[in-house]
């Protein structure tokens, strides 16, 4: 999850970098934040006049305090056959304008804080080779289908509200004693579900997604992966209540199968491929409902999980899908 | 929470979907014609109801409708919507390994053998029919 916002900075240094002037490197040097510092040592030595190749690249720029409207702003910036296009971004923090808010953390494709449209495409900035998008220019936007707070940083307050609708963690209806010892998976178990596991919420897919962006209360791709992961999971028995949340419009059956958040994800995990298999598992399901209204759910029916289980666990999903729906699950349409 | 706190309400900025956006990318538009060529399905579907209506009407009925089916127009109209519904269909079936999860002795399959299965019962499905437009067993 986005964890750290390099915000614009504060005080009378951030009242004259408000005006959109470039600064020079000693008024960054100045204002530099915790973040940007591991760059600075990279970047500060070599400044623009140890380059001898520049790239431009135009970054949105929403600054609320003084437009109403987003605007672009243009920056050249060293071009290195090693450098991301964060590392440009942070080049242009450090060195040309401190104004600049952005976020990022870990600089290694897993912390999923820099998703930003580069050239229209989501993509995670730490991941993107500026020389590939040479000759440039490079534009920078923030996250589609997201409100924007600030420049490149947006509100990723819906997904994480929808992504606690659908309960991803264990669910069970008891948990064993310690002295039982833990839960034994097999290999084979753990392979149904570790590709969806993968997932660093970075949110690219929800910004390739249109539905996400035309239809408000859609769960989206990563939510309904992440909830797919426990789903599938042996030791997990809650896939009869997330079904309350998934079946219905706006869980699976709003999703087109436009297929964009599979192709635009860092990490592999095919959101697309989850959300298909659901949809089988729940018309199963259904249609279960429907020829044998007296039967429970079962964990196969919901999850489209066709291997052996213990009756006692079909029991226990059953149980839990009669009881009501808690109070607080209630999915927030605050976007 | 203490009723003198406010909450904060930032000054978002909001971008709108342009309504032409499944033409920024390939893929999108690509989307955009799967979705709209299953009115070429639907269109095949009714024109087979029609046929067996005509059917029902008696021979002369049937003549009449074969008669409008070869008109050059509809002959050149129903070219495109074979294209459209061969375009529909790959692109579907390409799809399916992605909904279907089949296993085999405990192992899944493949996405190429899910794939392959529904070109061969296309084909499987075809040939009955080419069979049954060629008389049949009688």
Redo the contacts between chains.
Sequence with gaps: MPLAVTTGSTGTAGAAGATGTPRGPAAAAATATVGATATAGATGTAGMAGATETIAIEVQRYRPEEETAPSWQRYEVPLRRDWMVLDGLNYIKDSLDGTLSYRWACRMGVCGSCGMMVNGKPVLTCATYLSALAPGPVRVEPLRGFPVIRDLVVDVRDFLDKLKSVKPWILRSEDKPLADGEYLQTPAELAEYKPYSMCINCLLCYSACPIYALEDGFVGPAAIALAQRYNLDTRDEGAAERLDVLSQHEGIWACTFVGECSTVCPKGVDPAGAIQRYKVAATAEWWRSLLLPWGKASRSAATGDDRGRSPSRSAAAGKEQAEPRPAGDERSRGR | MNPAYRPHH??????R?PIF??L??I??TK?ITR?LTSLAVGYAALLLLVEIGALARGEAAHARFLRFLAAPPVVAFHLLVCAALVFHSVTWLN?AP????L?LG?RRLPDWAVVSAHYLAWLAASAVVVWFLRGGAA
């Design positions: 930032p000054k978002w900025h909001r971008e979907m956006w499944w920024g990318r893929s999108y989307f979705e799809l992605k909904a279907l999860v296993r405990g």
